[in-house]
């Protein structure tokens, strides 16, 4: 199942729980706006090149629309729509003022020197720029992306609208970013781990973690899991995969990966086949790089006791959902605005997903909008800053972010007791629930 296939059968699902009226739920589902633009440049043996950019606007029903920019060669319109429906519930599960974007070029960054990124950068922001900004759109790094390319956006992006260091997040610090903010995505799965396992009285110290992906999620995540006591036993990455059942030396295999551009070769662990690290026994699984790893193909060999979503969609919706919901009967649904109901449907049905393979064999899934959100709630601090003026210590970056973290566990956990589902859907429920809300609220009419 591709990325938008997955996403909105997730979104669906949640509608269905939440008794959506079927026009509001296709208003909800319908993106805001689709770009695609045309990006010629001069390569660097004076040849011109032709990419194709994309930024999809989701949803502003909560305030601006919010989301990475992404290179890479295989970026589609199915992918970028995928992502910026995402990033519409995740803004809405961490309760930021934010709808949600996202955007990419259709390229190859390692094929391309400093000089082609930045004239790319620079074209595409051209073609775009009227239709991002402060309070509209506010992007941000992505995969194939990084601190470099927003402060490219941003100084393009000035010289129309005069200086603007809000437009984008995730910059330099020198321009602006935040404290803390590399760290923002992995810190967050830390927080959303712990809230999890505290659910169960347990705690990081002591448990045993796999981690897929050493990119900046997981090296960041393998780095304070193991500062919090816990125990990294394997960890993968493009290049190969490593093991030790005594515990990976993080700061020193950071080293090497750094040394090497990644970790093939590392001599702190036993060498393992990559495609056998999500099957390893450990408590915690961890995909932190490409969607789609956890399917029904290998769901049944999964020997961890939970699954922290640090990636985007990293579980196919037939690993872990049933065919057949049972239905439940429910009086009319409704989404409660304040201090006024509004009646969305009078033959609401709630649909209680049974959980398939994973549930089955007791695996609890922490989902990728709320487990990976402490990256745009990071993005969020960042924004306010830029636009009081005023930076905070990194002291306080970590400390709002552990705050927000909790809270939309806490959230999530209560629409799972309200609406008896599992945290997948009570997350989505969540963030549907929200951003519906704040569409009525501003006067959608059936």
Do not use: W
């Given at each position: 199942m591709n990325a938008l296939a997955a996403t909105s059968r997730n979104f669906k699902q949640a509608a269905k729980l939440l008794g959506l009226d079927s026009k509001l739920e296709k208003s909800l589902l319908i993106p805001f706006r689709e770009i695609k633009v045309e990006c010629t440049?001069?390569?660097d043996?004076?040849?011109?090149?032709?990419?194709?950019?994309?930024?999809?606007?989701?949803?502003?029903?909560?305030?601006?629309?919010?989301?990475?920019?992404r290179y890479h060669h295989e970026v589609d319109p199915d992918e970028v729509n995928a992502l910026a429906q995402l990033m519409t519930w995740k803004t809405a599960v961490a309760n930021i003022p934010y709808g949600g974007a996202k955007g990419g070029i259709g390229c190859s960054?390692?094929?391309?020197?400093?000089?082609?990124?930045?004239?790319?950068?620079?074209?595409?922001?051209q073609k775009i720029h009227d239709l991002i900004g402060i309070h509209t759109d506010v992007p941000a790094p992505d995969m194939g992306t990084n601190a470099q390319t927003m402060a490219w956006i941003l100084d393009e992006y000035?010289?129309?609208h005069g200086y603007s260091p809000a437009v984008v997040t995730g910059k330099p610090v020198d321009l602006g970013g935040s404290l803390?903010?590399?760290a923002a995505t992995g810190r967050g799965v830390l927080f959303a781990t712990e809230a999890l396992l505290a659910e169960h009285g347990k705690g990081i110290a002591g448990q045993r973690f796999v981690i897929q992906g050493f990119g900046n999620v997981g090296s960041w995540a393998a780095q304070l899991i193991t500062e919090a006591g816990g125990k990294v036993i394997a960890i993968s990455d493009v290049t190969g995969a490593v093991k030790n059942s005594n515990g990976i030396d993080i700061a020193k295999l950071m080293k090497h990966s750094a040394e090497n551009r990644g970790i093939k070769g590392f001599d702190g662990g036993d060498a393992v086949d990559p495609t056998s690290l999500l099957t390893e026994e450990c408590d915690v699984l961890i995909p932190a790089a490409l969607g789609g790893v956890i399917n029904k193909d290998n769901a049944d060999g999964i020997k961890a006791k939970y699954i922290i979503e640090a990636a985007n969609h990293p579980t196919d919706p037939e690993a872990d959902e049933a065919r057949t919901p049972k239905i439940l009967p429910q009086n009319k649904a409704r989404i409660c605005?304040?201090?006024s109901t509004h009646t969305l449907t009078d033959s609401g049905e709630m649909y209680m997903f049974v959980v398939q393979i994973l549930a089955n064999k007791g695996v609890l899934i922490l989902p990728d909008i709320l487990a990976n959100s402490g990256g745009v709630t990071v993005s969020y601090f960042e924004w306010v800053q830029n636009i009081q003026g005023f930076m905070w210590d990194e002291e306080k970056v970590n400390r709002e972010l552990k705050t927000y973290?909790?809270?939309?566990?806490?959230?999530?956990?209560?629409?799972?007791?309200?609406?008896h589902c599992d945290l997948r859907m009570g997350a989505f429920t969540l963030g549907v629930n929200r951003v519906a809300r704040a569409t009525v609220l501003r006067g959608w009419e059936a």
């Open positions: 440049i001069p390569k043996d004076g040849t011109l090149a032709s990419y194709v950019g994309f930024r999809v606007q989701h949803d502003n029903a909560r305030g601006p629309m919010k989301g990475g920019i960054p390692g094929d391309l020197s400093i000089s082609e990124l930045e004239r790319l950068t620079r074209v595409f922001t000035s010289k129309f803390g903010r590399d605005c304040h201090n973290m909790t809270r939309a566990f806490r959230d999530t956990k209560e629409m799972c007791r309200s609406h």
